[in-house]
């Protein structure tokens, strides 16, 4: 088919950025398996945080440990699973602060067994350590300690585990 100066040109496709494609499609999820995935984690953090909250008066009070040992257990099992979740999604988590930070959470709530007297004290540093890296900038969560910058996963790389 000839072009002549007043037909108009053909319709060549769009090519769109990665950037213009809904989140679901970048991956390659679907709609549904993005909810569900998105639904499931975000599950497992609000019974980590209820597991959290319950255990946190036996803790800061010193109430008897029968009392509220099953929220323990329930915060400490669902915190793992997080941990699993965000390890299977990115071994960057390892390096970068948010995963780093989580692994000094741990160690001060073994510091429980060891320094009792303080139990408290290291619960509340502990709860405001998980404010600070949760709710701080995105710089703050993916700085690496050991490459002295922010580090990201390409989109391509990683897994996707939406929450």
């Known amino acids: 088919m000839k072009q002549t ?3 108009p040109e053909p319709q060549q496709p769009q090519k769109t ?3 213009d494609q809904p989140r679901t499609e970048q991956y390659g999820l679907s709609e549904t398996r993005f909810w569900i995935q998105r639904l499931s984690k975000t599950a497992i953090r609000a019974l980590h945080i209820l597991g ?3 255990s946190a008066g036996g803790i800061l009070y010193g109430i008897e440990r029968e009392l509220w040992l099953h929220w323990w ?4 099992v669902t915190g793992l699973i997080m941990v699993g979740l965000e390890i299977r999604q990115s071994k960057l988590w390892l390096i970068q602060l948010k995963g780093v930070l989580t692994f000094v959470k741990l160690g001060l709530i073994g510091c429980f067994f060891w320094l009792p007297q303080y139990k408290p004290a290291l619960f509340i540093t502990v709860l405001l350590m998980s404010v600070v890296i949760a709710h701080g ?3 703050l969560r993916h ?3 050991w490459h002295r910058r922010r580090i990201d996963d390409k989109p391509s790389k990683k897994r ?4």
Not at 73 to 76: K, L, N
């Open 73 to 76: 257990i329930m915060a400490m």
């Open 137 to 139: 900038p995105a710089g």
């Open 5 to 7: 100066p007043h037909s």
């Open 160 to 163: 996707q585990v939406n929450g």
């Open 143 to 145: 700085y690496s300690l």
């Open 52 to 54: 959290i909250a319950g």
């Open 17 to 19: 950025s990665r950037r």
